[in-house]
């Protein structure tokens, strides 16, 4: 069965998308990488190392982008200029790369995302030709609009970045899902196999992760758990789950036929 | 004169340098890089072109791992 996520017009088999910071090395990045299937791999835009030793191994390295879809992101930018501003540079980067990830901070503690930078941003990018995947908070009207204004998927947290909190309100996820053209998939809060396999089941299009895989005790494993329980969780989506019964059971097992008492 | 590179303040001694003379100046060859010159956005295809100027600031960045 074909059931490829498509964004912007590409095709991918892959419904998990991951990040790659926070690992121990570039051979423990690549390792977890490999064994969740991801295709699509955020980046971070950073000023460069002046001085670093000139043999000294890049992420690029590790993830040659003629393998990898790459995802550059806005993270750490608190104002819709300054995320314009990195994406110009990312795009520059990667020779005219258009898709992107679109996150416009709030605060530090919290990392929650500021809808109405983030809304003024994506208005701009989408103008100046981006794909752009929108990193939002689960507020179903700002979610409609993002799409509106043109962004090739909407990006709802589940709960905090890297808080591993899982999704605190399935509720606005599934309206979001059900209002949305675009595909909408889980940025954010997922912090082991259950919430992602809870993510797809709702009818997410993909999760996009990072803490779970990176700060696992064993990443490559868990990142093999992530694969597998996205997958499940589609697989449980499209077969239609069965309807909840309240208050009432309802038997396996056939009632006739058994045996009474002699 | 005087750039400054990633907040950084970097003496140059020669008043004719470009923009692919300063990449091998900061061993960078081979890197791949984005560079925004006082706000704008450099191409790539304009690194040999391009002069810096005394008070330039200049951004040099690349991919790194995030989320």
Redesign the interface.
């Known amino acids: 069965m074909n059931d490829d996520l498509i964004i912007a017009g590409k095709n991918y088999s892959s419904r998990l998308l991951v990040g790659t910071g926070k690992y121990k090395d570039f051979s423990e990045t690549r390792a977890a990488i490999d064994a969740s299937g991801a295709q699509i791999v955020t980046v971070a835009i950073r000023r460069t190392n002046i001085g670093q030793h000139a043999g000294e191994p890049s992420l690029l390295d590790c993830l040659p982008p003629e393998e990898f879809t790459y995802l550059p992101n806005t993270a750490g930018c608190y104002s819709a200029d300054d995320a314009v501003r990195t994406l110009r540079l990312a795009r520059e980067l990667l020779d005219g790369h258009k898709l992107v990830k679109l996150e416009v901070l709030g605060d530090p503690k919290t990392l929650y995302p500021n809808v109405i930078e983030t809304i003024a941003a994506a208005k701009t990018l989408v103008k100046d030709g981006f794909d752009v995947m929108v990193y939002t908070s689960d507020d179903p009207i700002i979610a409609k609009q993002l799409e509106e204004i043109g962004c090739c998927a909407v990006m709802p947290l589940a709960s905090l970045i890297g808080s591993g909190m899982g999704i605190l309100n399935p509720w606005n996820l599934e309206i979001i899902i059900e209002n949305a053209k675009v595909p909408v998939l889980v940025d954010a809060g997922v912090g082991t196999a259950s919430d992602a396999a809870i993510a797809m089941e709702l009818g997410c299009a993909g999760i996009l992760m990072n803490t779970a895989i990176a700060v696992a005790k064993n990443p490559v494993l868990m990142a093999s758990a992530m694969k597998k329980a996205v997958e499940a969780g589609r697989e449980a989506f499209l077969a239609g789950r069965m309807p909840k019964k309240l208050y009432s059971a309802s038997p396996s097992s056939p009632v006739a036929g058994l045996i009474t008492a002699a | 004169m005087q750039i400054f590179?990633?907040?950084?303040i970097k003496q140059l001694y020669s008043d004719n340098v470009t923009i692919t003379a300063l990449v091998v100046t900061?061993?960078?060859?081979?890197?791949?890089?984005?560079i925004?010159r006082n706000g704008e956005?450099v191409?790539?295809s304009q690194f040999d072109v391009v002069m810096l100027s005394d008070g330039d600031k200049l951004?040099?960045?690349?991919?790194?791992?995030?989320?």
């Open positions: 590179i990633n907040g950084n900061l061993n960078l060859t081979g890197k791949r890089l984005a925004e956005i191409p790539r951004e040099i960045v690349g991919a790194v791992g995030g989320g």
